[in-house]
Structure formats: structure tokens, C-alpha cells
């Protein structure tokens, strides 16, 4: 049997001109853990052309959601990017990652820390009911260069608090915190700058970041991953493996070539 299968796009919203998102149909056999990723693509001169993407939809959703890069010369994206509505779309079959809950240990509260497309696998775990039975608290940090960028802003702040399901776990224990780095915006700064200067904990009004209480899952940009991963170890904190669950675990959104 291919490892392959055919779907089709539902949906395409083009939020910037660096960035869209796009719903494909679902084979009801294609089972996936909210936060895990998995293999799409296009077929190209009769051969598959495919690249790692993380699925943004929870698992129980009857969709697949997806956040996309639209990189000019990217032998993907620049023809992903042309999609529409009806046009057909491969998916692996086996969905995969290390973003998920029970590779961390038990801790009272989770913080996503993600730039760019790396909030797709965020966009999942919050809208999963585990990750509100695991942790008291959830606190999402998105990292952008640009206000524009931060895509499913009113998702997040407006819609999932009325979920029909979830609603009421995600206005008592989701926070949300967006923040730019190349735009006046109300929260202005890098990750890791804003967890070492004290900041993120002050407007959280929490306290700073401690390996007993707190668990992480990092999804970003390689500077990001490398930078906030150095702060946690210095600060006591193990990576947690398929092998052995640990206080955070980490992703990459892309890889650089
Ligand atoms: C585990 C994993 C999950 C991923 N999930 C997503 C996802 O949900 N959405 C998504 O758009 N991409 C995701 N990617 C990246 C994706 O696999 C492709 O790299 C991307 O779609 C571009 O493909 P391409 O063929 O056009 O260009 P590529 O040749 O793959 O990439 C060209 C260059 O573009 C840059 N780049 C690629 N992807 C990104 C990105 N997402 N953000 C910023 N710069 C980028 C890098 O510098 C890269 O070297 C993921 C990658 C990994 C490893």
C-alpha cells in the first residue's frame, strides 16, 4: 500500500503574502494526535514533490487544517500557493512528531512557545480537551516579525472561548500572548528575550519559568528553538523524548537548507 494518499483542498485564505492557510478533505482512516506532523505535497512532472507539514486542525476534527510559508522559489510553496478550492493534494499517511503531551512530565502549567508557522501544531493542542485535563494553565506565546503575521489572532481571542466543547476551559486557563519583533504592536520582542528579561511572567503575573511547575513545548525558527532551548537548560530543565517524557520537547517548523 503507498504511503500516500489523495485528498482534496476545501478551503485556501491568503493572510499575508508570505503566509496562508488551507483545509483538505480527510481520509476517515488517516488517524493523527493533535501537534503532530505529516507529509503533503503536490504531484510534480508524475512524481510526488512533498514537505513536512504540521497539521493545525485538532485530531478529532473532520478536516485537516494547515499554516503555510510561501517561500518565491520554494519547489513547494511556490505552486502550493496557487491552490483552490477543489484541487487535489497528497498526504502521507503517517503523521508523526514529538509535540505531544505525554512525552512531558506531569506539571501544573504548559506554555507553547511558537514563531511563525511553527503556532500550526499550537493551533491543534489547544483545541484538543487532553491538553486541559493535563494542565491547569496553557499560556501560548506567538512569536512574528509583522503584526499581519499573526495569523488566527481572532480564532484564538474571539472564537475558541465560545466553543461549543471547550469554551469554558480556554477563558479560565488559555492566555495568549502575541508579540512582534519589526512593528510597533502592544507586545514588542523576542521569546527568549522576554522570558530572560522577566517580562512574559510580569504581564502573565506568574512566576518565572521552574522545572517543577512548568512545562514547555518549543515549535519555531532555528534561532528561536536554539535560544529559548538554552534558557530552559540553564534554568533546569530536561528535553523530554519519545524514550522518556522530560519538561519540554521541541520542534522544528522548517528546516534550513
Ligand atoms: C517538522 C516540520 C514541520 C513543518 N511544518 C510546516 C508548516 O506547518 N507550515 C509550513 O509552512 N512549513 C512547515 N515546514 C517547512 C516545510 O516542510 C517546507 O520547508 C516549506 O513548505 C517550504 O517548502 P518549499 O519546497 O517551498 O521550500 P524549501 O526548499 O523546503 O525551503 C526553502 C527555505 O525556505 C525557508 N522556509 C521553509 N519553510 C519555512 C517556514 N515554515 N517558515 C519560514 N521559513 C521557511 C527555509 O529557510 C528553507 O531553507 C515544516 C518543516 C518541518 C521539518
Not at 65 to 92: E, M
Request: proline share 7%.
Amino acid at each position: 500500500m503507498s504511503n500516500i494518499t489523495n485528498a482534496r483542498v476545501t478551503a485556501v485564505d491568503h493572510l499575508t503574502d508570505r503566509l496562508f492557510s488551507f483545509t483538505t478533505t480527510r481520509d476517515p482512516g488517516l488517524r493523527f494526535h493533535s501537534g503532530q506532523f505529516v507529509m503533503l505535497g503536490l504531484e510534480v512532472d508524475n512524481r510526488p514533490l512533498l514537505r513536512a507539514y504540521s497539521i493545525a486542525s485538532a485530531a478529532y476534527e473532520d478536516e485537516l487544517a494547515f499554516l503555510s510559508i510561501k517561500v518565491p522559489d520554494g519547489p513547494l510553496t511556490s505552486r502550493l500557493q496557487h491552490l483552490r478550492p477543489g484541487d487535489p493534494i497528497l498526504l502521507g499517511r503517517k503523521p508523526t512528531g514529538t509535540l505531544l503531551p505525554e512525552l512531558l512530565l506531569p506539571g501544573t502549567r504548559l506554555y507553547l512557545f511558537a514563531t511563525g508557522t511553527g503556532l500550526a501544531p499550537f493551533l491543534s493542542l489547544i483545541k484538543d480537551p487532553e491538553l486541559y485535563a493535563r494542565f491547569e494553565q496553557i499560556i501560548l506565546v506567538h512569536g512574528c516579525r509583522r503584526v499581519a503575521e499573526l495569523a488566527f489572532q481572532r480564532m484564538i481571542d474571539e472564537e475558541l472561548p465560545h466553543h461549543e466543547l471547550l469554551g469554558e476551559d480556554v477563558r479560565a486557563r488559555l492566555r495568549y500572548v502575541p508579540t512582534v519583533t519589526r512593528e510597533p504592536f502592544r507586545t514588542r520582542g523576542r521569546i527568549n528575550e522576554l522570558i530572560d528579561s522577566g517580562r512574559l511572567s510580569a504581564m502573565l503575573g506568574l512566576p518565572p519559568l521552574d522545572p517543577r511547575t512548568d512545562r514547555a513545548m518549543l515549535c519555531g525558527s532555528p534561532a528561536m528553538l536554539a535560544t529559548v532551548r538554552a534558557g530552559l537548560e540553564a534554568d533546569g530543565f530536561v528535553e523530554g523524548s519519545h524514550a522518556e517524557p522530560g519538561h519540554f520537547v521541541v520542534e522544528r517548523a522548517f528546516a534550513e537548507r
